[in-house]
């Protein structure tokens, strides 16, 4: 993916979220974005994912200005797929019919081209026993799989994840993980925030760190991780890979 | 184990209020319920000196009968009604055009204020009659309708509000349209919610139709005081009416406990 912001920029009331963002990034198949909390990296997430309509700047994915207009908002949701750290599964509808119905409702799929995709995703998963179940009946990891079955389902061409790992607990969070590495080895192109820095370290091209509503640093894993330039970055990694 | 004494008949100590009370218990306790019910009555009405007429008043029976007959029409067809009342209220408090969302709100507030009475004396004195328009029944039937719809109103729109940001944020990321969000994600998860509060709703409906008896409507409760004014009798009239009355809200009733039920075990 090639993915351009300028001067991207947000606040919420009072409080400014990010704060002039400029990215180039060119020719990457998974950016990582890391960072303290509050410093601004879900809410570039759900810029790019087209959840949140930023104040000024602009943004270019694949060479294609996003217009933050509800109606071409819309259109451009429609082509991403986007996870959430709560799995946001609908609760009323049991795993498939949360597959299914984006794929019917939304990509008019008939009924049974809908059922034969969402039942390969989960298999796929493994989660073929699982699709008769609602949301309440899954475990954690099931769920968040469900919700990455949902998101990959209408072929996005990107995928989103915000922080899909920390309502989990650490074995759930290796099943995730693993999904996500999968996808990431399939060449699809990933933007996911994670606090994993194993994680980000090994499926990222590029891992940038956001504090403050800014972007402090952007580079590849080894570089950012391993040599960080900036003093922030330092004292992020000390602070987090100190327990 | 403890033998059992007088007290563990009727009383429950702290210590088991989470255990399921033994179905011997319960029914002892509501038969002596029932008991100083009846006891209750049986004083009250050995007091009266009243000389009971049933025969007369039970010649009018087929007029009873019709009577309670078009209760329950109306009930169920302002059951309908406003519940479609309800619905659009509700959106149109939500809605984009601000005047609707004014008009919305005043409807709610000004209807819940006031009296049913008032209400369906000035919609069939003033508002009905300044359209030369006769129709008691629909007068009333439509009047009820409103009145039960914002009420309606407000139980929908807090199953709506009781949706969670992140299922609309889910509707949203998968590209679902305003009115797809609605129909897929937020009414089949609101309903639900909703559904024992609007039982409860068609109860209070069935009872608050017995009003309409102020502008003639030859419904239940009108038809009891017409059967009272010409036998001259009181009690022999209001005892079946209260009756009739009740084997349409006690099932309902009931059927809301078990949905209150069943929604607290499913969340």
């Known amino acids: 993916m090639r993915l351009k912001a300028t001067n991207l920029s947000k606040s919420f009331g009072s409080q400014i979220v990010l704060q002039n963002i400029n990215l180039d990034l060119d020719q990457v198949h998974t950016l990582a974005l890391i960072g303290p909390s509050g410093g601004g990296k879900s809410t570039l997430l759900r810029i790019i994912a087209g959840l949140e309509i930023p104040d000024s700047g602009t943004l270019f994915l694949n060479d294609r200005e996003i217009i933050y207009r509800e109606k071409?908002?819309?259109?451009?949701?429609?082509?991403?797929?986007?996870v959430f750290q709560a799995f946001n599964l609908f609760p009323h509808l049991t795993a498939l019919q949360n597959i299914t119905l984006p794929l019917e409702k939304v990509h008019q799929c008939s009924p049974v081209e809908a059922h034969q995709v969402a039942e390969a995703i989960l298999e796929r998963f493994g989660l073929s026993e699982h699709g008769h179940k609602p949301p309440a009946q899954l475990s954690g990891?099931?769920?968040?799989?469900?919700?990455?079955?949902?998101?990959?389902?209408?072929?996005?061409?990107?995928?989103?994840?915000?922080?899909?790992?920390?309502a989990l607990d650490p074995e759930m969070t290796a099943e995730v993980l693993e999904v996500i590495e999968e996808l990431r080895k399939e060449?699809?192109?990933?933007?996911?925030?994670?606090?994993?820095?194993?994680?980000?370290?090994?499926?990222?091209?590029?891992?940038?760190?956001?504090?403050?509503?800014?972007?402090?640093e952007c580079g590849p894993p080894k570089q950012l991780l391993d040599d960080p330039r900036s003093e922030i970055t330092r004292q992020f990694l000390a602070k987090i890979l100190k327990y | 184990m403890r033998t059992p004494t007088l007290r563990s008949w009727f009383w429950i100590s702290p210590d088991d209020?989470?255990?399921?009370?033994?179905?011997?218990l319960q029914l002892l306790n509501w038969i002596l319920a029932f008991f100083?019910?009846?006891?209750?009555?049986?004083?009250?009405?050995?007091?009266?000196r009243y000389n009971w007429n049933w025969d007369t008043v039970g010649g009018y029976r087929n007029f009873f009968w019709r009577g309670w007959l078009n209760t329950v029409k109306i009930s169920v067809l302002a059951l309908v009604l406003s519940t479609f009342i309800g619905l659009i209220a509700?959106?149109?408090?939500?809605?984009?055009?601000?005047?609707?969302?004014?008009?919305?709100?005043?409807?709610?507030?000004?209807?819940?204020?006031t009296p049913l009475l008032v209400q369906i004396t000035f919609a069939f004195y003033v508002i009905a009659d300044a359209f030369h328009f006769q129709?008691?029944?629909?007068?009333?039937?439509?009047?009820?309708?409103?009145?039960?719809?914002?009420?309606?109103?407000?139980?929908?729109?807090?199953?709506?509000?009781?949706?969670?940001?992140?299922?609309l944020d889910s509707a949203r990321a998968i590209g679902l349209t305003r009115i797809q969000t609605y129909r897929y994600v937020i009414f089949p998860q609101a309903i639900r919610l909703i559904l024992p509060a609007l039982a409860g709703m068609f109860a209070n409906l069935i009872?608050?139709?017995s009003l309409l008896s102020v502008i003639s409507i030859e419904e239940f409760t009108w038809n009891a005081q017409q059967v009272s004014a010409l036998t001259y009798s009181n009690f022999e009239c209001y005892i079946p009416l209260a009756f009739g009355y009740l084997i349409l809200t006690l099932p309902i009733t009931l059927w809301t406990q078990w949905l209150e039920k069943r929604t607290r075990y499913e969340t």
């Open chain 2, 36 to 48: 100083l019910l009846a006891l209750l009555c049986y004083f009250s009405f050995s007091q009266l």
């Open chain 2, 135 to 167: 129709d008691r029944f629909t007068v009333g039937l439509l009047t009820l309708s409103m009145f039960s719809g914002a009420f309606i109103s407000e139980i929908i729109r807090g199953g709506i509000e009781s949706v969670g940001a992140s299922q």
């Open chain 2, 90 to 113: 509700a959106l149109a408090r939500r809605s984009g055009f601000l005047v609707l969302r004014a008009v919305s709100r005043l409807y709610v507030e000004l209807v819940r204020g």
């Open chain 2, 207 to 209: 009872k608050d139709s």
């Open chain 1, 187 to 216: 060449g699809r192109d990933l933007v996911l925030v994670t606090h994993q820095m194993g994680f980000a370290h090994r499926v990222a091209d590029q891992i940038a760190l956001l504090s403050g509503g800014q972007i402090v």
């Open chain 2, 17 to 24: 209020r989470n255990k399921p009370i033994a179905w011997q």
């Open chain 1, 141 to 166: 990891g099931q769920r968040q799989r469900v919700a990455i079955a949902r998101a990959i389902s209408i072929k996005p061409k990107l995928l989103l994840f915000d922080e899909p790992t920390s």
């Open chain 1, 72 to 82: 071409e908002l819309m259109a451009h949701r429609r082509t991403v797929g986007t």
